[in-house]
């Protein structure tokens, strides 16, 4: 053979090497699935257009492995009860099912969840690559770990963030009106007492004048969650009573909601519904988008996530006109500034018959590749690792003020403290976050009804 | 003359033949029998069963006794719940009970367009709860709402609240939407019994003169008696028992405001995982409908000459 054919067919071999996507290539993955390639794993997880974007990356696993993944999808509630029901009655239909932070108590106290411990320590398993350091540590370490045990690694980091109507802010009109009424240039609010002055300043009827232009309906200066659980009492909890230093549980786990402090939140919660639309009771974590997308409120508290089916265009006619921000302090209390997030992850189901399989699955979806491939399937997306944020879909995205809002959040997010009674608790103190909402309760009654209705349900409420 | 034992069976064969003929009611009726034993009467054991125990997070430990039920009845939000389906009950069920009554009536009259009205009758009951908790949830949800904006808005009703979002009107909104999809239902019901109904004591009552309200007192009611007293009785079962609407348009809220015994027995159980205690509240509401029924049926017997 010619030297120059040969420099061609290596040149050639080089190139067609070089053209194989990573994950294809011969990888950790594939030795490690050897033993189980064959096998079919089943995983429940939450629908949403972020979740539903994992269908586009499993077949990638799936080649790597020769393990099946199916993903079944399911609304909220319905993936808690059922998640939760085939773990509880040992039946291991599901092998991995997805955990928001508050339900791991329960279930771990139950025992239905596997350990991920000697997965991790085991080399023919654990992924050398996979480095954990780049997932962003709080919510990680909150989360993924329970009593020194790891039981998964973070799948979703969904957060909160401040989400308002920028058109409205930079109109000459409203500026030099607001800041004439609260001595303050008018913009994103930094504090939740500017958050309040700006619910306050755009409340308005109908016939009065907005941005220039006559109301035809009334206008609302802020929306909120309000609904009978859903994340209502989350965002009372995290965005405004651990922000005025209040807390749920003092550090023995005894119930200790009624501080000053959380009848001081309360009563910002209050003055807050008041400026909101009068069926902040009634509206979800979907209706606060809808009530935003359709230009019905100047400012929020939202899940970040559903920004993304509402500012594009289409989607709104205010698409373009929104800014964000990180969840406004307490003035004074930047340094202990608390947030609300979602954080969740996938764990094994104690009933599965193929943990190993699960393992290898759930670590590669949280691997670096996996999660690169997945903020780009998504065109962006809520990321779990740091090195995500650098990635072109979120570092060159138009959306620059909402990523910076979302990093802000997860860089102080944290799972909330585990509670074997979690689900009681929230259910008890949505209604009285609504009552106290409504003016049905007075903070102060809020306060000790929220005490009295802990300590009925515990008196040491943490797991043990 | 023949003898016995040429042209008669032996002895053997008729009791055999016999006991065939005893067992077979309870072969036809075994299949139903054997379903409704096994879908019905041994969970409701199992159930009873778990109202002993300490079962929490699906795992049954210890026998507690009565002490699921002692927490239950000492627990507020149980009477709560009990005085929401209640009010919810004796408010929608006699109303659904009058304006059905009313339009069969009405319909006995061969008004016009009868045969397009009565399919379109048919439809609310048709619709599943949660549609028709959605579709409610899109006519009244605050501001956004079809009724919502366009009628209370700009008439300015209910200016500081809305409906579902109103301790205040949530209840009163769910009866309302209960009427809404029952009342049809009950107004064919009626309906279909009027058509069956004699005619001859009716022709007998005109001839002698009788008025319009003296057929109806003397001779309408009641020969329906025993149909309305059915119908009623399912009606009230089926409205203590609401669930699915209530859990699309309020899940309970706001507060504790709409919360019945169904919707706390599904929080208990599917939230709360508290089984002991969500079964102790299946029993309560068992028993308590179990001496209603029975009263009911023993009053409708011999006062009403139902059943």
Redesign the interface.
């Known amino acids: 053979m010619k030297q120059s054919t040969k420099v061609t067919a290596a040149l050639l071999a080089g190139s067609t090497f070089l053209s194989v996507p990573a994950w294809a290539q011969e990888s950790f993955y594939t030795k490690a699935a050897e033993p189980y390639a064959g096998t079919t794993i089943r995983i429940l997880d939450e629908v949403t257009p972020l979740q539903e974007k994992v269908f586009d990356i499993i077949p990638q696993f799936e080649e790597l492995t020769g393990i099946t993944v199916e993903l079944e999808l399911l609304g909220h509630a319905e993936v808690i009860n059922r998640g939760q029901a085939d773990m509880l009655s040992g039946r291991g239909f599901y092998d991995g099912v997805m955990m928001h932070n508050y339900q791991l108590a329960p279930m771990l106290t139950a025992g239905v969840i596997r350990s991920i411990d000697d997965y991790v320590a085991d080399p023919a398993l654990s992924d050398p690559d996979f480095n954990a350091d780049d997932l962003i540590q709080r919510p990680y370490t909150t989360t993924s770990f329970t009593g020194g045990k790891q039981y998964g690694f973070n799948n979703w980091n969904y957060n909160e963030v401040y989400w308002a109507r920028a058109d409205l802010f930079a109109h000459p009109e409203e500026q030099a009106a607001f800041n004439e009424k609260y001595g303050y240039d008018l913009g994103p609010a930094e504090t939740i007492t500017q958050m309040r002055d700006i619910a306050e300043f755009f409340t308005r009827d109908a016939g009065e004048t907005l941005a220039g232009e006559t109301l035809e309906a009334d206008f609302y200066g802020i929306v909120l969650e309000g609904i009978k659980g859903g994340s209502t009492f989350p965002t009372l909890w995290s965005a405004l009573i651990k922000n005025y230093g209040g807390r749920l549980l003092d550090e023995n786990g005894a119930p200790a909601f009624d501080s000053p402090e959380t009848v001081e939140a309360l009563t910002m919660w209050a003055e807050l519904w008041s400026f909101a639309p009068p069926g902040i009771a009634e509206y979800s974590l979907v209706d606060v988008p809808t009530v935003m997308g359709n230009g019905l409120a100047a400012q929020t508290l939202a899940w970040s996530d559903f920004v993304f089916g509402v500012d594009v265009p289409g989607a709104s006619p205010y698409a373009g006109d929104f800014v964000y921000g990180p969840i406004p302090f307490k003035d004074g209390r930047e340094e202990e500034r608390s947030v609300e997030a979602d954080v969740s992850v996938v764990v094994i189901s104690e009933a599965s018959e193929n943990p190993e399989a699960t393992f290898l699955f759930l670590q590669w979806l949280a691997s670096e590749e996996a999660q690169a491939a997945l903020i780009e399937a998504g065109n962006g997306g809520v990321p779990i690792r740091q090195s995500s944020w650098e990635l072109p879909a979120i570092a060159d995205s138009e959306m620059t003020s909402l990523y910076a809002a979302m990093r802000s959040t997860l860089d102080v997010a944290e799972a909330k403290p585990k509670m074997p009674d979690s689900f009681e608790i929230m259910d008890a103190m949505s209604g009285i976050a609504q009552e106290v909402g409504l003016g049905r309760l007075t903070p102060e009654e809020g306060a000790a009804q929220g005490q009295a209705a802990m300590l009925e349900i515990c008196t040491q409420c943490l797991m043990q | 003359m023949t003898s016995i034992t040429e042209t008669d069976p032996p002895l053997q064969t008729t009791r055999a033949r016999d006991k065939r003929e005893a067992l077979y009611p309870y072969l036809l009726i075994a299949p139903s029998m054997i379903t409704l034993v096994v879908v019905a009467l041994i969970p409701f054991l199992y159930a009873i069963y778990l109202s002993f125990h300490e079962a929490?997070?699906?795992?049954v430990t210890e026998f507690a006794g009565f002490a699921n039920y002692a927490s239950l009845l000492a627990d507020e939000r149980f009477w709560n719940s009990v005085s929401v389906a209640a009010t919810f009950v004796f408010i929608a069920v006699p109303i659904e009970f009058m304006l059905g009554l009313a339009g069969a009536l009405i319909l006995g009259q061969n008004v016009k367009g009868r045969s397009i009205l009565i399919p379109l009758l048919f439809m609310p009951a048709m619709m599943a709860p949660v549609v028709v908790g959605l579709l409610w949830k899109i006519m009244l949800?605050?501001?956004?709402?079809f009724i919502?904006?366009n009628v209370f808005?700009r008439f300015g009703m209910?200016?500081?609240?809305?409906i579902?979002?109103?301790?205040d009107y949530a209840l009163y909104a769910l009866i309302f939407v209960d009427i809404w999809q029952w009342t049809p239902f009950m107004m064919l019901a009626f309906f279909a019994g009027l058509q069956a109904l004699p005619v001859a004591p009716f022709r007998a009552a005109a001839i002698d003169g009788a008025g319009p309200l003296r057929i109806f007192f003397r001779l309408t009611l009641p020969m329906m008696t025993p149909l309305l007293a059915v119908i009623g009785l399912l009606r009230f079962i089926d409205a203590f028992k609401v669930f699915d609407t209530m859990y699309i348009l309020?899940?309970?809220?706001?507060?504790?405001s709409t919360e019945t015994p169904s919707i706390l027995a599904n929080?208990m159980t599917?939230?709360?995982?508290?089984i002991g205690e969500a079964s102790a509240l299946a029993v309560i509401v068992w028993i308590a409908f179990f001496i209603f029924c029975n009263i009911f049926y023993q009053v409708a017997k011999k006062r009403l000459n139902a059943f």
């Open positions: 929490r997070f699906g795992r949800a605050g501001s956004w709402g919502s904006y808005e209910f200016p500081d609240t809305s579902f979002a109103s301790p309020t899940n309970g809220g706001p507060g504790t929080k599917f939230e709360f995982w508290n």
